[in-house]
């Protein structure tokens, strides 16, 4: 019976085969990251992707929709009016983007267009209200607005904030809430 010998030439094919296959997990992994990075890049591009975000594991929105920590966004490439906009993403069960939080502002940071989103001023209560009548809280971008019952803002990142005429024409960002 013959005993099991180690040579250093069986040591050393097992270290090699080892560390291969250490790096093709690493790479596999990294592959991974990078594909779905850019895959949550291109959904702020002017044609928005089919697949889920990441982040977007609690919910499942529908084709042309992006999928972020639980709510469904849509990034319309038609421009319409301010009200239009807020009839367009009431008839798909949601509203105008309402900004909650700086993680939420991050994730539609960086965009090519003005959009329009679901803040307009209240000549009522003389200040600028979201959509649900929740008052606009300055901390999440720093802004000078004008207090115009006519304008309703547009949004292209946290730096490019407009108070515009509600009839002009922008694109605009829905968001339904899922969680």
């Known amino acids: 019976m013959a005993a099991f010998q180690t ?29 779905s990075k850019q895959n949550f890049l291109s959904t702020l591009s002017s044609e928005p992707t089919r697949e889920p975000q990441e982040g977007s594991d609690c919910c499942s929105c529908q084709e042309k929709w992006i999928g972020y920590r639980c709510n469904c966004y849509f990034f319309s490439t038609e421009e319409k009016p301010w009200k239009e906009s807020r009839a367009a993403c009431a008839s798909q069960n949601s509203t105008l ?9 991050g994730f539609v940071s960086s965009l090519q267009y003005f959009y329009w989103i679901g803040l307009s001023f209240s000549a009522d209560r003389g200040t600028w209200l979201w959509e649900d009548g929740s008052t606009l809280s300055f901390d999440l971008f720093s ?30 960002i829905c968001k339904q809430c899922n969680g």
Request: charged share 15%; net charge negative.
């Open 7 to 35: 040579t250093p030439w069986n040591l050393i094919s097992g270290a090699l085969g080892t560390t291969c296959l250490l790096l093709m997990a690493t790479l596999g992994i990294l592959l991974n990251h990078s594909y």
């Open 97 to 105: 983007l309402q900004l909650e939080s700086r993680d939420e502002l």
């Open 143 to 172: 802004l000078s607005l004008t207090p115009n019952p006519e304008n309703c803002i547009s949004y292209k990142s946290s730096e490019e904030v407009l108070d515009e005429n509600c009839f002009q024409n922008n694109r605009y």
